[in-house]
């Protein structure tokens, strides 16, 4: 089992920044990928990143490329997205999730096994 909490979103202005953290606990092995989707009102769960656990190998939506990145610290069991020049499309609950075979499209959210319980980010114009 995989807990995960996401923390850090809240409200901002366009063109600002936040920093998205995601403390993981339970058994995670170095092979599984950390990811984070966002869903906004009426719209579908979208991919934004992920990142496998071991490092190295990162993935973005073409729509953050740039702007966000993630990361991640072994050593706290937390993985990060940091977002810059965020946009009010951007504004959106964004979701932490464990995926735990790597057999799997990490873009896809049905792919994930363990979910967080989200974080609200909003972006005024």
């Known amino acids: 089992q995989v807990q995960l909490v996401e923390s850090g979103g809240g409200l901002v202005q366009a063109g600002g920044s936040l920093r998205l953290s995601c403390a993981a606990s339970?058994?995670?092995?170095?092979?599984?990928?950390m990811g984070w989707f966002r869903q906004a009102p009426g719209k579908e769960r979208e991919f934004v990143a992920a990142i496998r656990w071991s490092g190295g190998s990162t993935n973005y939506a073409d729509s953050v490329k740039g702007r966000f990145t993630i990361s991640r610290d072994n050593g706290k069991s937390t993985v990060s997205l940091q977002m810059n020049s965020l946009k009010p499309e951007d504004t959106a609950v964004y979701y932490c999730?464990?995926?735990?075979?790597?057999?799997?499209?990490?873009?896809?959210?049905?792919?994930?096994?363990?979910w967080g319980q989200g974080t609200q980010v909003t972006v005024s114009s």
């Open positions: 999730a464990a995926l735990t075979s790597s057999n799997r499209a990490v873009v896809v959210s049905t792919s994930y096994d363990y």
């Open positions: 339970g058994r995670i092995f170095s092979s599984y990928f």
